[in-house]
């Protein structure tokens, strides 16, 4: 069986930049290495580069637009962030919303580019139309828990098992993460309980004094 990804987004979080962003991705290397659990980041733009080229862990973008290489002032190509060594990229966040013609683009582009994707939505109707796209990922997080500390996997199971049938009834090959309240490893449990193959979280680990300490927690159960 596929080990689970735990995938840490760093956001635009002061505590998940510039050094401390490299402090994060150290700490995300060393537990990986102890427990064989895969543990990836995903950086702001500014610091994705450095991240990818010091770290040996999955390093994914937060964002890219299904633009090719050209004239696109102040777009962010997936040859970019392929170039400078980025495992995948994530696609409409709650934060970065998207029109599905625009997911559909970005999603092609990163797959010419050959980045893993994860596609993130809000209900188990639009993680069924995510699926019907076959990214690798779809990351279901209910927007109105991100951030609370409140876990989607205690406060609502239901989308995630609704989401998890979704996805499978509409693309078995594609993988489920959970996400919003991540905190603890009770959490990962319950959702991989659910049928995910993972969790997206970003808060409690990038704002923790001790971010090895955290993640140590997160894959303590599974």
């Known amino acids: 069986m596929a080990t689970p990804l735990i995938l840490v987004n760093l956001k635009a979080y002061t505590e998940g930049m510039g050094e401390r962003a490299a402090t ?8 990986s290495g102890e427990s064989g659990i895969v543990i990836g980041v995903a950086p702001a733009f500014t610091d994705l580069a450095a991240i990818a080229s010091r770290f040996s862990i999955p390093v994914y973008a937060q964002h890219i637009d299904g633009v090719s290489p050209g004239a696109y002032t102040g777009h962010v190509t997936a040859a970019q962030v392929k170039a400078v060594g980025a495992t995948g990229t994530l696609i409409n966040h709650s934060e970065r919303r998207l029109t599905l013609a625009d997911i559909d683009a ?12 994860v596609i993130c939505t809000n209900n ?3 993680t069924a139309a995510a699926a019907a ?8 997080e209910p927007p109105e828990l991100i951030g609370t500390g409140v876990s ?8 995630i098992e609704r ?4 996805v499978r009834a509409v693309n ?3 993988k489920v993460l959970t996400g919003a309240g991540i905190s603890t490893g009770e959490c990962v449990k319950i959702a991989l309980e659910l049928g995910t193959d993972g969790v997206l979280l970003a808060s409690s680990v990038v704002k923790a004094k001790d971010p090895a300490a955290v993640l140590r927690n997160l ?3 599974i």
Request: charged content about 10%.
């Open 24 to 31: 994060i991705a150290a700490a995300a290397a060393t537990v």
């Open 219 to 221: 894959v303590s159960l």
């Open 133 to 140: 796209l076959a990214p690798d990922y779809v990351a279901i």
């Open 106 to 117: 970005s999603l092609s582009a990163a797959r010419s580019a050959g980045l893993k994707t």
């Open 163 to 166: 989401s998890v049938a979704a």
């Open 172 to 174: 078995p090959q594609v």
């Open 152 to 159: 989607v996997s205690r406060a609502d199971p239901g989308i």
């Open 124 to 126: 188990e109707t639009t």
